[in-house]
């Protein structure tokens, strides 16, 4: 009897553990981050472009949270994942998903105006979750389909699929190419070159902005120095 009594606490404690893991669920998960990243665009504290720098860190690190960067390198990379060491593999996982920030984020900032997001319906297999939503536009709906896996507790996007095309398949093609004439640590330094070209022109974008801030300062000193001296 007391074995029978052990081995049922055992069960439910393990099923209450099981629900409470699959608490939040993805189309939830998804909202709650977007709802976040859309509260950092719309936040006046970044309304000057010279503060566009501390926007994009902000949400870099939500991106962080809700993307599984590791997934999304194993499966871009497909069957080229064996041939990275474990450094490589870091490393590469490093540099690509910051590629995918940077990218996606200059993306977000410079095309946000004020759109809403319908969440339009998840389907859950397993440990595995699509999340259908939709970017309304004044004159267009833009689908975008997040791909899941639960995960450390928590369902986190390892694929992502606008209008049809798939971020994972489309980084697969290119980088199979470009790994039939490289090495993996080729591929490394191309990415993490193209980093450094991205944050450059970031640098140079937000230094221009300045430097346009400072003039027209400058032109609005002259003219009243003008006007009182008339």
């Known amino acids: 009897m007391r074995q029978a009594t052990g081995i049922f606490l055992f069960v439910l404690i393990h099923l209450v553990a099981a629900t409470a893991a699959y608490a939040v669920e993805p189309m939830t998960a998804v909202e709650n981050s977007v709802d976040v ?5 719309k936040d006046p504290a970044y309304a000057d472009d010279t503060d566009l720098a501390a926007q994009h860190e902000k949400i870099w690190t939500e991106i962080q949270r809700i993307f599984d960067f590791t997934e999304m390198a194993r499966r871009t990379l497909a069957r080229n994942w064996k041939k990275f060491s474990p450094e490589e593999k870091a490393r590469f996982t490093n540099a690509f998903g910051r590629l995918l920030g940077d990218t996606y984020i200059s993306k977000v ?3 946000f105006t004020n759109e809403s997001v319908q969440y339009v319906e998840q389907r859950i297999e397993d440990k595995k979750a699509l999340v259908k939503t939709k970017i309304v ?4 709906e833009i689908p975008v389909d997040y791909k899941m896996l639960h995960t450390d507790e928590k ?42 070209q991205l944050q450059q022109k970031k640098e140079a974008t937000g230094n221009a902005l300045r430097n346009e801030m400072v003039m027209d300062c400058l032109a609005l000193v002259i003219h009243r ?4 001296r008339m």
Request: aromatic share 8%.
């Open 37 to 41: 990243v859309i509260t950092i665009l």
């Open 109 to 111: 900032i410079e095309g």
């Open 137 to 140: 536009r004044k004159t267009t």
């Open 155 to 196: 369902w986190r996007v390892y694929d992502v699929n606008i209008e049809g095309v798939s971020l994972v398949k489309n980084y697969r093609s290119q980088f199979n190419s470009i790994l039939r004439n490289s090495t993996p640590a080729e591929l490394i330094e191309r990415i993490e070159k193209k980093i450094t």
């Open 225 to 228: 120095e003008n006007h009182f």
